[in-house]
């Protein structure tokens, strides 16, 4: 069974930094991209970063390149999002996810939809 617990999330003011942890099990395959989408009160979801797990290349949405930065330690199974810079408009819930066999387009587009994700864990960005 495909398990993604994320943490780390919180109260933050603006210009601050919080680091998201997604804890994985339940998949061996190799084919694979791990990723962050989040989702604001009454917005769709939002792609946010994917890595592929094959090379280990990453991607970002236009609104977070430069400040957030993806990164996988694969013998603790764990998958986080620093997050520096933040802004009120990053407040939303912060899933992590997974798809398996990904097409190449289909990573480029933050890997959305993907196949499993989290419950979420809140991160809010006051002004």
């Known amino acids: 069974e495909v398990q993604l617990v994320e943490s780390g999330g919180g109260l933050v003011q603006a210009g601050g930094s919080l680091r998201l942890s997604c804890a994985t099990s339940?998949?061996?395959?190799?084919?694979?991209?791990i990723g962050w989408f989040r989702q604001a009160p009454g917005k769709e979801r939002e792609g946010v970063s994917c890595?592929?797990?094959?090379?280990?290349?990453?991607y970002y949405s236009d609104s977070v390149q430069g400040r957030f930065t993806i990164s996988s330690d694969n013998a603790k199974n764990t998958v986080y999002l620093q997050m520096n810079s933040l802004k009120p408009e990053d407040t939303a819930v912060y899933h992590c996810?997974?798809?398996?066999?990904?097409?190449?387009?289909?990573?480029?587009?933050?890997?959305?939809?993907?196949?499993?994700w989290g419950q979420g864990t809140q991160v809010t960005v006051s002004s």
């Open positions: 996810a997974v798809i398996f066999f990904p097409r190449i387009e289909t990573i480029r587009r933050l890997c959305m939809p993907y196949d499993f």
């Open positions: 339940g998949f061996t395959f190799d084919d694979y991209a």
């Open positions: 890595i592929s797990g094959s090379d280990g290349t990453t």
